[in-house]
């Protein structure tokens, strides 16, 4: 093996080892804190949220403030938002006495603000959790043609389990990612209780 070789073998196991002896968050019983993620979202429509806007985003964001209570189990609250569009070259807009075909615009937003519980399937440097988050969901839907916008704006349920790694590379610093399955449980013209599947990438510190 080369002397490069050997050198970053050297650095890999030493990694391994700082890594391996690092505490992760709410890792023991004595353990109190708290954990401020900030992330980038991508999401992807399902259902009929698909068929209204089309391709995968990548304008979201996404806020996690977690307060350890217990070894391994936290809770806190969990902020979201996610911004879907698409233009159509002819595409209809349904309206109570005529359908509209034309060139189209269509935009769908949402915030949600959740109540979350998550537990760390085990302690250290790499840290598997699984949790579920419940609370509110704000929508605001638009469709627009030539001289006609069509607007809706509604609250609703939010509910969505998750699943993701934090990684701590440097005491109380871990790069977090997140997967969530998202539902908004209301009627948001045209189409009821959107879903989305919501990737989370950024930092926590705790």
Known sequence: MSRIGRLASLAVLLGAASAARAEGFAEASYQSGRLISVAWE???????????????????THFDLRLAVARRLSVGLAASWSWYSRSLSAGTIELPAATLTGPVYRRAQFLTLRAAAHWYLT????????????????????????????????????????????????????LFLQARYQLAS???????????????AGLAVY
């Open 123 to 174: 302690g250290g440097a790499v840290q598997p959790f699984v949790g579920l988050g419940a609370g509110g969901a704000w929508g605001d839907t638009l469709q627009e043609a030539p001289g006609l916008a069509v607007r809706s704006r509604r609250y609703g349920v939010g509910v969505d389990p998750e699943g993701g790694l934090l990684v701590t590379f440097r005491p109380g610093v871990a």
């Open 42 to 60: 991508a999401g992807r429509p399902l259902g009929n949220l698909r068929d209204f806007t089309g391709a995968t985003t990548a304008w979201g």
């Open 186 to 200: 209301n009627r948001f013209t045209p189409f009821r209780n959107p879903t989305w599947l919501a990737l989370d």
